[in-house]
């Protein structure tokens, strides 16, 4: 996996000699810890990525005292950003087998972010217990201008972590603050709402 930012780029942002390479391995986990920290404030995948959903059960028809069925939603949303390809959807029988739901019995929005993805008729009834049904599906990674604004949202932060290398920063007035307001105001436009 190569990260958005690369040590090199960001010795240039710190101002750091090119040649010294004593703190490469400490800069390269701030990057991936400042990328991790960037795909969960926007809820999206930034380099792309394989991810799976984990649900006890399948949304089903709601069948009231009166035998009517009320239908429900039955859409199952992909989180995580934009989705390239839905790899399998399983479920676990109740005799503990895992079974694949075929490609034509479902159906799948991949042009939303999340992705959803809804059976054609209806979706089977999977064995008892936690974790009955998982869908593998491949994240894309963000275009090149949301990953040039990610990437600077990047640099600041490794850039703020760099250094401060304490959990509190005190500012000239001896009151403690939080990353830089520019961070926010870069990632914001870029969120993912799950549902919208």
């Not at 991810?51 to 429900?72: E, G, I, K």
């Not at 109740?94 to 209806?122: C, H, N």
């Not at 593998?136 to 040039?148: I, K, R, V």
């Not at 939080?178 to 919208?196: D, N, S, Y």
Request: glycine share 8%.
């Amino acid at each position: 996996m190569t990260e958005p930012v690369s040590v090199d780029n960001i010795k240039i942002h710190l101002r750091l000699p090119a040649g010294a390479g004593a703190e490469d391995a400490y800069l390269a986990a701030l990057i991936t810890g400042a990328r991790a920290a960037c795909e969960l404030r926007i809820g999206r995948a930034i380099i792309g990525k394989a991810a799976a959903v984990t649900l006890d059960a399948f949304p089903a028809y709601l069948v009231t005292s009166t035998v009517t069925r009320n239908p429900r939603n039955l859409d199952l949303t992909l989180p995580g950003g934009t989705v390239t390809s839905i790899d399998e959807i399983s479920w676990r029988h109740a005799s503990g087998d895992w079974i694949a739901v075929e490609p034509d019995e479902y159906i799948a929005d991949l042009t939303r972010a999340p992705a959803r993805v809804a059976p054609v008729t209806s979706w089977p009834i999977a064995g008892p217990g936690p974790g009955a049904v998982i869908i593998t599906y491949t994240l894309s990674p963000l275009d090149a201008d949301e990953l040039a604004i990610v990437g600077h949202a990047i640099r600041l932060i490794v850039g703020n972590w760099y250094s401060n290398r304490e959990a509190d920063v005190i500012d000239t007035r001896g009151t403690p603050t939080e990353l830089p307001t520019g961070v926010k105001w870069l990632l914001e436009p870029l969120r993912q709402i799950p549902g919208a």
